[in-house]
């Protein structure tokens, strides 16, 4: 084995374990019996016999089916995997082990004897194998960038895959206790404290149960113990099932190492915008008061500095890339700006002019699907995994679809297919609709003064902020044949000339008569006698705060215009003016509301 600090072509040290840490994985992961070292930089935890290949897979000259059997009809596809598709760093865990007898059922060391006649197994036989196999050859690594050759992207493609960590980790768990290379004998709880303290060790992961050479239960490198009880190499493949093994305290150390990871990685999702989580202080004022589910953990995208719930990156590419339809209708809004009276209003132009439609009084989050609200929905303890989306995917058509995203956060293509009314609202009335909207919702529990939530808004520190910038995304496309820009206090001054306007726009051509019936079914006063709108939700304790409701008002308060008048104190509307007055130059927007 190589020296101590020993240095690698690749620019690494290794440094092997000793005292308290190696007492620790000796006595855990039993298989590794000739000890572990530490590469740094990066801290790369790996067997210590990677010493022996490190320079060989360093400069290494450099899928299956895909390359070499689209038809399926290649004989070799019935042959373990590992003879097709070698995996280039095996041999340090392989080696100093006793090597398995050539054999007709050792299709390694078969092949090993024929691309490689007269090499010696001690050299490592992955290593060598990987070298004579002909091309188009599809090689298996699991070690990082910087411990391979820099000229690697020049020479060769590489497919990189990566996995949700918590599904990593259970899976991490389950191989290092099936194969007999690692022997882990600890818990699976003392097992994350390891991935959380960079304390694991390299694994190897081989993909059918015969593709390894063997059946699990008869493979020689697996524990059939734990075959038996758990499952082999191939155990479950879901996404999810973490869910299955995890504990709550599991979970929440491993969040917080995914949280704090993923601030020093940037990582971007398909829409290009890159994820950070908010810091530990800033955190911390927040969840003093925002006590619920959806404020213990948000993240910002950047560019924009949008505020979300953590769970938005679960769902944030499956948001980017809903597939809208022409005959889609998206209401948009910034949340407390008309939005259910939108929807209602579009809805039963699109559907129920006459007001005979058989959905008429079912609630409107059925008929009208709320986009991301699983981002939400999936925080409360009876939430339902990616139930809205599913909901909107069995929609019929013509759809009308609710979403409080911005522009930005919504698929490029969106306004070539689909129309969209984008509603605005007086701000002033908005942060006060939205801070009691925050006290009666469970999920939000704001527990503050109107005061702090007015600083909170104008400092974009409240759940789907900033403001500004998703007005301004909006106004810049409002010449857009495919997006009709409305105010609020329009539509509530003038309802007829607004809803006039909506019906050039939807291409609804409803009559003078239809549309006075839409007006007076989608009024304010019509719409707060309809309980079943809200699904009788404003009744549950578990989602409303009914003290609060029966106090101030529920979903339906009051929806004036100016009613900011009896709430917003003196400083607190110059403090509002001044951050209205500073965008409106900005944007260049005309406000018809500006008192």
């Known amino acids: 084995m190589s020296e101590a600090n020993e240095s690698l072509l690749s620019g690494h040290k290794a440094t092997p374990l000793e005292g308290e840490d190696l007492a620790q994985q000796d006595k855990n992961f039993i298989g590794f019996t000739h000890g572990l070292v530490r590469l740094t930089p ?15 897979i360093y400069n290494f000259q450099v899928v299956w089916t895909m390359r070499n059997n689209p038809d399926l009809d290649n004989p070799l596809a019935t042959t373990p995997i590992l003879s097709r598709v070698p995996i280039v760093d095996m041999d340090m865990l392989t080696d100093g082990k006793k090597m398995p007898p050539i054999t007709p059922d050792n299709p390694l060391l078969q092949g090993f004897l024929k691309l490689c006649p007269g090499a010696n197994p001690a050299d490592g036989v992955n290593l060598q194998v990987s070298a ?15 411990l391979l050759h820099p000229t690697l992207l020049e020479k060769a493609k590489v497919v990189y895959i990566a996995r949700n960590p918590r599904d990593m980790v259970v899976s991490l768990y389950h191989h290092c206790r099936l ?4 022997s882990y004998s600890g818990t699976l709880d003392q097992f994350i404290k390891y991935v959380v303290a960079r304390h694991t060790s390299f694994s190897e992961m081989q993909a059918r149960d015969n593709l390894m050479g063997s059946k699990s239960s008869e493979n020689p490198m697996m524990n059939p113990d734990i075959v038996k009880q758990d499952g082999g190499f191939f155990r479950k493949g879901e996404v999810g ?11 929440e150390k491993l969040d917080q190492w995914i949280k704090k990871n993923l601030n020093q990685v940037p990582f971007k999702y398909t829409l290009g915008h890159k994820i950070k989580y908010l810091g530990e202080k800033e955190m911390a004022k927040l969840k003093s008061d925002f006590t619920g589910c959806g404020y213990q953990d948000l993240l910002r995208l950047s560019p924009g500095r949008w505020l979300y719930p953590r769970l938005y990156m679960k769902y944030a590419d499956k948001l ?13 809004t910034y949340p407390k700006c008309g939005t ?6 579009v809805w039963t132009m699109l559907n129920n002019p006459d007001l005979k439609h058989s959905k008429t009084h079912q609630p409107i989050m059925y008929r009208s699907p709320f986009l991301e609200l699983d981002m939400f929905t999936d925080l409360a303890e009876d939430g339902l995994e990616g139930v809205m989306i599913k909901l909107l995917e069995t929609t019929p058509d013509p759809r009308t679809i609710k979403t409080h995203l911005p522009l930005s956060l919504m698929p490029s293509s969106l306004l070539n297919t689909t129309k969209v009314v984008y509603v605005a609202r007086n701000p002033k009335d908005v942060v006060t609709s939205y801070y009691h909207h925050c006290r009666i919702t469970k999920l939000v529990n704001y527990k503050s003064s109107l005061e702090q939530f007015v600083r909170y808004f104008v400092d974009d520190n409240v759940v789907y902020g900033p403001y500004w910038l998703h007005v301004k995304e909006a106004w810049e496309k409002r010449q857009h044949p495919n997006l009709h820009f409305l105010f609020y206090e329009d539509l509530k001054t003038d309802t007829m000339a607004e809803l006039g306007k909506l019906n050039d726009f939807l291409g609804t051509m409803l009559t003078e008569n ?16 309809r309980k079943a709108l809200l699904g009788e939700m404003e009744d549950d304790p578990n989602k409303f705060n009914l003290d609060i409701i029966s106090l101030d008002g529920g979903f339906f308060r009051k929806g004036d215009i100016g009613d900011w008048q009896t709430k917003l104190t003196p400083p607190m509307e110059d403090k509002i003016n ?13 406000f018809k509301f500006s008192n």
């Open 42 to 56: 990066g801290g790369w935890f790996l067997p210590s016999a990677y010493t022996n290949y490190a320079d060989k």
């Open 132 to 146: 004579a196999m002909p091309d188009p050859r599809v090689i298996k690594s699991h070690l990082p960038f910087s």
């Open 179 to 182: 194969i007999n290379n690692f």
């Open 241 to 251: 099932s973490w869910k299955e093994k995890l504990t709550t305290e599991m979970v």
């Open 320 to 332: 980017y890339n809903f597939e809208f339809k022409q005959s889609d209708v998206l209401v948009m």
């Open 340 to 345: 259910t009276w939108v929807q209602e209003v």
């Open 514 to 529: 239809q549309l006075e019936r839409v007006a007076i079914h989608t009024s304010f006063d019509e719409m707060k006698t």
């Open 578 to 590: 001044k951050w209205i007055e500073d965008n409106l130059n900005e944007i260049g927007i005309t």
